[in-house]
């Protein structure tokens, strides 16, 4: 950017350790000089209603019709950026009829800007985390490449021009893959155990510690391993693309660190290392399942899509200035948590109240003079 300091987001640092600074320093995507916001699933699918896919009930249709348009408006006025993200059409896949609707809202209003994937965003931090155990300085970036897969600071025009000059094909999932992730989703749903009881310090604590351990294993444990090797396998081709991309940059990461002088010594303390367990990544994770599972009691019942919200707030969170998300999640994220405080991240849900301070937030957005320039 020229002639303008990139904004950068207001975080309340005093709730943060020394780690985890160093991790929302080292990890954060976002200066620059557009609004960055993520939408969860029902925020798109109910847009997409409003365009005419689907039915919305008559009361908060106009409403939901509204924010469409300021939505566009903002985009299009370069004073906000909506990128895609892979989790969205995940979730979109399990309903037949919302993939393509919420695909097509998804790309009108990102033009193309995509954040990394989530695989990719959760694999940077722990990169970096890596580089600064082992006493090294983490491999140099832009700021936006550590989020996106695009900048997001080029002008709407611009970004409009390249998103046309790309295929325009949903990126889809075989019907095998969603098979067996529909299946997986139900497993975790009826795992999933929730406790009522007070969210104190020592319960908090010793809650997060366990789930930090529990995260941490399953990145590194030997199914995990097993399942990248039977990725690679040379007899078939790969069932997932993404998946498979993922793999060879997880093969190429493991080779740098190793090169870097990640033995096997050093990985087994990495595990256990205060480096890896303050990235932003788990610390939002693993706060927002203890919260919820301390606070849920009697009054929601656990749900499928639990996972996905957990996930998607986890790694958009730390890098946008506002997220969009369900009530529940709201609740744990600001009421129980401050993270939106934390993070410098703005927090609202599907109600009708929501929506409306949502947009009002949306329509208040300050405009760029005339004499500054995006690039």
Not at 264 to 287: H, M
Request: proline share 5%.
């Amino acid at each position: 950017m020229l002639g303008k300091k990139p904004r950068v987001h207001r975080r309340s640092e005093g709730s943060l350790s020394a780690e985890n600074q160093a991790g929302v320093a080292s990890s954060s995507g976002c200066t620059g000089r557009k609004t960055v916001l993520c939408l969860d699933t029902n925020y798109l699918s109910n847009l997409a209603k409003a365009r005419g896919v689907g039915h919305l009930p008559d009361e908060v249709a106009s409403l939901w019709q509204e924010l469409s348009s300021v939505l566009e408006d903002a985009v299009w006025s370069d004073l906000l950026i909506c990128p895609g993200f892979d989790i969205q059409i995940e979730e979109a896949e399990f309903d037949d009829r919302l993939a393509l609707p919420v695909w097509t809202m998804m790309r009108a209003l990102s033009l193309g800007v995509q954040f990394l994937s989530h695989d990719d965003i959760v694999a940077g931090q722990v990169e970096d985390a890596a580089y600064r155990f082992l006493g090294q300085e983490p491999p140099v970036r832009l700021p936006w490449e550590r989020v996106f897969q695009h900048d997001p600071d080029v002008p709407a025009v611009e970004l409009s021009r390249r998103a046309r000059a790309r295929p325009f094909a949903p990126p889809f999932h075989s019907p095998d893959v969603i098979a067996r992730r529909r299946a997986k989703k139900n497993e975790n749903a009826s795992a999933t155990r929730h406790e009522s009881g007070p969210l104190t310090g020592s319960t908090f604590q010793s809650r997060m510690d366990a789930e930090r351990r529990a995260l941490v294993a399953r990145w590194f444990s030997r199914d995990v391993l097993r399942e990248m090797v039977d990725s690679v396998r040379a007899d078939r081709p790969p069932q997932d693309m993404a998946k498979w991309r993922t793999t060879l940059k997880n093969v190429d990461l493991l080779g740098r660190l190793r090169q870097a002088g990640m033995t096997a010594g050093r990985t087994v303390e990495f595990v256990n290392s205060t480096q890896l367990k303050s990235i932003q990544y788990v610390d939002v994770y693993c706060s927002v399942a203890v919260a919820a599972d301390v606070s849920v009691g009697d009054a929601r019942t656990p749900r499928s899509g639990d996972e996905f919200d957990r996930r998607i707030v986890s790694a958009m969170m730390p890098s946008c200035d506002m997220l969009c998300t369900d009530r529940f999640i709201k609740h744990v994220l600001v009421d129980l948590l401050h993270f939106d405080v934390k993070y410098g991240c703005r927090v609202f849900s599907g109600t009708v109240e929501d929506v409306q301070s949502f947009m009002g937030a949306v329509q208040s957005l300050p405009s760029v003079s005339s004499g500054e320039s995006v690039k």
